[in-house]
């Protein structure tokens, strides 16, 4: 793995659109030829769209403060990362992505540096910042008047909710029918708890599950357990309305999908056991599942799908981030919208015609995702009114 990243040095580089050959090439590309397309962007600013690489062109951002199952690594060591989602964009959709990470830890600093720097881009993707900051970023840059998208929460979010939706239609469930517990109350946990509780979603195309119990490293969250942020607070109003306490495995019982977004071998067999029949488990720690799947398999599980390619059903935001990038800077949208990540969810689910136990999302590899998930984004943009005039 070094050997390769240690040949390339580095996994992306910068390809000019044109030849410079001839003094009159150069005179077009560079002066006097720049100072037109200068003077009209001066005069009518939201020409920078038609004269430069900004429609698209998307910033991946993050400051290094929770990098994969890493963790905190910092700013320089979260470079391969970002390069390697910068490659996925431009791999499956086409979009020209720079990798900027950030020394800085504040808040408000990196809001600050967002919006300098935003001239430049079409769209932001947010990533790896941890919890709860991300949350606090992620709010004061939703009018930035561009789309903006923290993939650690959104992302992950999206294609979990293509792969319930598929797997229900597997086991004969209806998503308002299903008790959901969710392992990890960082970014990924809690938006995808959002999602399926409907917080903040247009309930014309948000289905809300019956109940979500959402567990961190101290347990159960519940309505009055000391010591939650206000994030985690907010989640304990609108989930485990048992107001239930105890473990992981105690939120287990009865339970009809697990959704692990925390770490790994933190399960047993007999815990998806207790689970309801048919049960669903998605264990997504990397690289390390919460419970291997071979092993919730043999406890019963019907359906279970993991972050990894070495396993059926992986469970990546490699098969939504793409589209919803292309479709947002297609469409001219100026924010994605939650409806606009449903309608990305619904489109990757349909992009597999016959769900089965070992078929529940399309592969990553399947170029067919994007132009798809890319329609309904900016199909949902238009909808909603969020595009630019």
């Known amino acids: ?25 150069l005179s077009l590309a560079y ?13 009518h600013p939201e020409k920078v ?55 800085l830890r504040d808040v408000n600093d990196i809001v600050s540096a967002v919006k300098s720097i935003s001239p430049v881009f ?28 923290h993939d650690d929460q959104h992302g992950t979010a999206t294609v ?14 209806e998503i308002e029918e299903v008790k959901v517990v969710i392992s990890g ?18 309930e014309t195309v948000c289905r809300r599950v019956k109940e979500i119990i959402l567990v961190d490293s101290e347990g159960i969250i519940y309505e009055g357990r000391p010591g939650l942020n206000r994030y985690k607070q907010e989640m304990a109003l609108f989930t485990n309305r048992e107001k239930k306490k105890g473990s992981l495995k105690d939120a287990l019982a009865g339970a009809d999908v697990f959704i692990g977004v925390s770490k790994g071998n933190i399960l047993d067999k007999s815990a998806i056991k207790s689970m309801a029949p048919k049960a669903i488990v998605f264990p997504m720690a990397n690289p390390v599942p919460e419970i291997m799947p071979q092993d919730a398999v043999a406890a019963g599980a019907a359906i279970v799908g993991t972050g990894r390619s070495d396993f059926p059903n992986q469970v990546n935001n490699v098969l939504a ?69």
């Open 122 to 149: 079409g769209a932001i993707n947010l990533e790896d910042i941890s919890a709860p900051r991300c949350f606090e970023i992620g709010e004061q840059l939703e009018n930035l008047g561009i789309p903006v998208m």
């Open 185 to 202: 109350s960082g970014a990924a946990g809690i938006a995808v708890a959002r999602l399926l509780r409907c917080m903040g979603y247009d």
């Open 160 to 173: 979990l909710l293509a792969a319930l939706i598929n797997s229900l239609k597997v086991v004969g469930k």
């Open 321 to 389: 981030f793409p589209g919803i990038f292309r479709g947002a800077l297609d469409s001219k949208a100026t924010k994605i919208t939650p409806s606009m990540r449903i309608a990305a969810a619904h489109a990757l689910a349909s992009c597999v015609k016959k769900p089965s136990a070992n078929n529940i999302l399309p592969k990553a590899l399947d170029k067919s995702v994007v132009p798809k998930i890319a329609k309904a984004v900016a199909a949902m943009a238009v909808k909603e009114g969020v595009v630019r005039k």
């Open 31 to 43: 002066t006097p030829g720049v100072a037109a397309p200068c003077m009209e962007i001066a005069l």
């Open 1 to 25: 793995m070094l050997k390769l990243h240690s040949k390339l040095k580095g996994k992306l580089s910068i390809n000019s659109k044109i030849k410079i050959k001839t003094m009159k090439d």
């Open 49 to 103: 769209y038609e004269y430069t690489m900004k429609g698209n062109t998307v910033a991946i951002i993050t400051d290094g403060s929770a990098v994969l199952g890493l963790g905190d690594i910092g700013a320089e060591a979260s470079l391969p990362v970002m390069e390697g989602k910068a490659l996925l964009m431009k791999e499956f959709a086409g979009i020209d992505s720079f990798p900027i990470a950030l020394k």
